[in-house]
């Protein structure tokens, strides 16, 4: 059973439509990341939770909108989004959110915009 | 402004060679340093890390190298194997006075070892 699970691994999508990404981790982590690596640019964090609770919001669109339902859980819901939102979106989780804690990643959700 | 920079997109390397990956910092606050690997299709997945209170950190076959006054890092693989070919990501983050666990990811390098 891998530790950090995301689906689906493939997304094509309308500029109106509205879906969400989901993510599950199994290690028992209490902090959850959502990170976007667009083509040819670093990984960028989007959003952090700790416990259910958002810590971090780094500047991202509307939107996107997350939600953390309990501590394994993550979601990540979509509607009118852009051309340019068009990427990998990565789910991580570590055992706190600090940043000398190792992060484990899924293996991310391809999402193209129509 | 990019604060983590990995300068070379890619790097050939024969097997049985070692593989040196280089990685630049700006923010002299970063005091946590990980490297990642990704195989296509895959997440990233966790190589080995080192605190600023160290200068070498070893795990079998990979050492991470960090030079504060340089804020330079590296990462060498000893001896170099045909699966390691991947892209493989350096990380920072301010552990003081954070509490997000928040990384700096660099854009990443490729490397293929050759058989």
């Known amino acids: 059973e891998t530790g950090v699970t995301q689906t689906p691994r493939h997304l094509v999508m309308g500029m109106t439509n509205k879906k969400s990404l989901k993510c599950e981790q199994h290690?028992?982590?209490?902090?959850m990341y959502w990170y976007k690596q667009s083509a040819k640019k670093p990984l960028e964090l989007m959003f952090v939770?700790?416990?259910?609770?958002?810590?971090e919001n780094n500047s991202v669109p509307s939107r996107f909108s997350p939600e953390c339902p309990n501590s394994s859980h993550l979601f990540l819901h979509l509607h009118t989004l852009q051309p340019e939102d068009s990427a990998l979106y990565l789910c991580?989780?570590?055992?706190?959110?600090?940043?000398?804690?190792?992060?484990?990643f899924g293996d991310g959700t391809r999402l193209s915009i129509l | 402004d990019q604060q983590v920079k990995q300068n070379s997109p890619s790097l050939s390397v024969q097997e049985g060679r070692i593989s040196i990956l280089n990685c630049d910092y700006t923010?002299?606050?970063?005091?946590?340093f990980l490297w990642y690997k990704k195989y296509p299709a895959e997440g990233p997945t966790f190589l080995i890390s080192?605190?600023?209170?160290?200068d070498k950190n070893e795990d079998g076959r990979f050492t991470v190298f960090l030079n504060k006054s340089a804020k330079h890092l590296s990462l060498h693989i000893v001896p170099s194997q045909p699966g390691d070919s991947a892209v493989y990501f350096c990380?920072?983050?301010?552990?003081?006075?954070?509490?997000?666990?928040?990384?700096?990811f660099g854009q990443g390098t490729t490397l293929q070892v050759k058989p």
């Open positions: 991580a989780s570590s055992q706190e959110p600090r940043g000398n804690q190792p992060q484990h």
């Open positions: 290690l028992g982590h209490n902090a």
């Open positions: 939770y700790s416990l259910e609770e958002r810590v």
């Open positions: 923010n002299s606050m970063f005091d946590y």
């Open positions: 080192i605190s600023s209170i160290k």
């Open positions: 990380a920072a983050s301010a552990r003081l006075g954070s509490n997000t666990g928040k990384l700096i």
